[in-house]
């Protein structure tokens, strides 16, 4: 007989410009605390609060994602948002997320805990703890914030918000930019398929524009600058 037990997934979302070993155990720290099945992976399509801001195109975020996880069963990638036209917006992305898992299946919507003080920045963020449980992870130099701060700011949050510490790798994907534009290395901070990935593209070899303004925000990347 099929079991009957629901599905708990985990969703991270992210620009991932490019994805980085702070990304991956972040999600394999949630997997492993809040008991989930998998966790999969949304790299941003087209971010509405990096408007104007260049970000790698998506095809290629895609790809590194893809290698990123070919040797991590419990990690999972989606092209939801990339394929999706117009803006990116994250109660979209649950939304289809929700119908496509079904109602019995338990999502838990991964984020920095930086990005938790910025959420009523998001579009309609109270509509978040309606399809999913909010998990906010902390990160080196973060401040916490606790549930009952959150659940002061949005009432709909009771029982639909965790906390959990995260990894402390010290990674920024504008640090990881930055390296590669002065020729140095990155095998510190990226598996070893993605760095190949970037060498043979030759991704990142321009000086960066300055992409610091929105990394915190309702852009599918729930992580900040330190896990961008």
Request: hydrophobic share 35%; aromatic share 4%.
């Amino acid at each position: 007989m099929a079991s009957t037990t629901p599905h708990r997934i985990g969703i991270l979302g992210g620009t991932f410009d490019p994805i980085h070993l702070g990304h991956l155990a972040i999600a394999e720290a949630a997997r492993d605390r809040l008991d989930l099945d998998r966790v999969i992976l949304i790299p941003a399509g087209r971010p509405w609060l990096k408007s104007g801001q260049q970000v790698t195109s998506a095809d290629h975020r895609l790809a590194m994602v893809k290698l990123a996880v070919e040797d991590r069963p419990e990690l999972e990638v989606s092209s939801i948002e990339i394929e999706r036209p117009g803006p990116t917006y994250t109660v979209d992305t649950l939304a289809e997320m929700r119908d496509e898992k079904g109602n019995e299946a338990e999502l838990y919507f991964i984020l920095g805990m930086d990005s938790i003080r910025e959420l009523r920045r998001w579009h309609e963020p109270e509509r978040l703890f309606d399809m999913c449980t909010v998990v906010a992870v902390s990160r080196p130099d973060s401040v916490d914030i606790s549930t009952a701060e959150i659940e002061c700011e949005f009432p709909v949050a009771h029982d639909r918000i965790k906390t959990i510490r995260g990894p402390m790798l010290d990674i920024s994907a504008t640090d990881i930019r930055q390296r590669i534009t002065d020729s140095r290395s990155i095998s510190d901070s990226v598996p070893p398929p993605v760095e190949q990935y970037i060498h043979e593209h030759s991704l990142y070899v321009a000086a960066p524009n300055r992409r610091e303004a929105a990394d915190h925000a309702d852009t599918t990347l729930r992580l900040p600058d330190r896990h961008e």
